[in-house]
């Protein structure tokens, strides 16, 4: 059997990393998408910068010519970032956590859609705190308009704390990801080609990267529990089991039940909850992907 060619972004550092190896030795062709040199960086593909939207059409036009006629088996959307505040753009103006985390992703998605093999796979990370009911500590997400999340500062509603702003930034650009999933999953191109699409929640993995913008004494917490010392702290989930478990998911040796569509990893163990009631409302999926269209400068 051909080995599946996967596309992956996020598989530079913590649990992307930990994927990325699992399915290399499984024997996949891993191309990955990323701004700097990593372990399965290196394919003469130029760095994609998510932050920037035209790093991703460069990215997106050159994987085109590098993969000729070969389709791509599997699409893993997993990179992510996360700041206490909202006060940083980028360079095309936007608030940088939906930048990186929702559209960038949506804009790679839409250029490598048509590529995408028939029965093929789209695997975003999303995670448990979209999810008002699941979400632990960090503020909800109130919407998902992607007018108002580029440009928070048009928000009336908008967290007067920089922290907690921070935080909805990071839970509202998870729900947009789990919302693109869904909207995705119901388009005629995805029932043609006949696609699997998931979502996926890794729940709290600690020790990954994704404390590198706060502060010292929050990355050395967050290190900490990335230690065996985490295993005392209930709920969490090792770098370990969330990774392999996504790459099972990519791989496609995870077999979704019928009409389920968002994996969630609660203590080692795979669940298929329900999406948040927000992540279900279909209008707004499809608003967010004609909005984002928008912003990304494509047509919806
Ligand atoms: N850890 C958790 O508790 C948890 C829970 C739920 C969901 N998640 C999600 O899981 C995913 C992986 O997170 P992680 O915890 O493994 O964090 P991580 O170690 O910080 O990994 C984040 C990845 O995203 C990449 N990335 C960030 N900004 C980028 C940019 N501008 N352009 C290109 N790549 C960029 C990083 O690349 P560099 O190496 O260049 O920085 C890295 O490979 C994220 O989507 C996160 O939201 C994590």
């Not at 059997?1 to 990393?17: D, H, N, Y």
């Not at 919407?143 to 922290?163: F, I, N, Q, T, Y």
């Not at 090792?238 to 969630?264: E, K, V, W």
Request: hydrophobic share 40%; charged share 20%; with cysteine.
């Amino acid at each position: 059997m051909t080995p599946p060619t996967i596309v992956m972004t996020g598989a530079t550092s913590g649990l992307g990393a930990i994927a990325a190896a699992r399915m290399t030795a499984a024997g996949a062709r891993l191309l990955v998408g990323a701004r700097g040199p990593g372990p399965h960086t290196g394919d003469g593909l130029p760095p994609l910068d998510l932050s920037r939207l035209d790093s991703v059409r460069a990215f997106a036009a050159a994987l085109e010519e590098h993969l000729g006629a070969t389709p791509i088996d599997v699409l893993a959307l997993n990179a992510g970032v996360s700041f206490h505040h909202i006060d940083q753009r980028t360079a095309d103006g936007y608030e940088t956590t939906f930048a990186v985390n929702h559209l960038a992703h949506y804009l790679l998605l839409r250029r490598l859609l048509p590529r995408l093999a028939d029965g093929g796979r789209v695997v975003i990370t999303s995670s448990s705190v979209h999810d008002p009911e699941r979400g632990g500590t960090l503020p909800p997400p109130r919407h998902a308009s992607a007018k108002l999340l580029a440009a928070p500062e048009l928000d009336p509603d908008r967290e007067s704390s920089p922290r907690a702003a921070g935080g909805h930034a990071y839970t509202a650009s998870k729900l947009c990801g789990l919302m693109t999933a869904r909207t995705l999953a119901r388009r005629p191109e995805t029932l043609d080609k006949r696609l699997t699409v998931l979502a996926y929640d890794p729940g709290p993995t600690p020790g990954t990267g994704l404390s590198r913008n706060f502060s010292l004494p929050i990355r050395i917490v967050w290190s900490l529990l990335g230690t065996p010392l985490g295993a005392l702290v209930p709920r969490m989930n090792s770098r370990r089991a969330a990774g392999h478990t996504l790459a099972d998911l990519c791989l496609g040796t995870i077999t979704p039940p019928a009409g389920q569509g968002y994996a969630s990893l609660v203590r080692g163990r795979l669940t298929w909850p329900q999406p948040s009631k927000t992540a279900r409302d279909d209008a707004a999926g499809e608003a967010l992907w004609q909005d984002s269209a928008a912003l990304v400068g494509l047509p919806a």
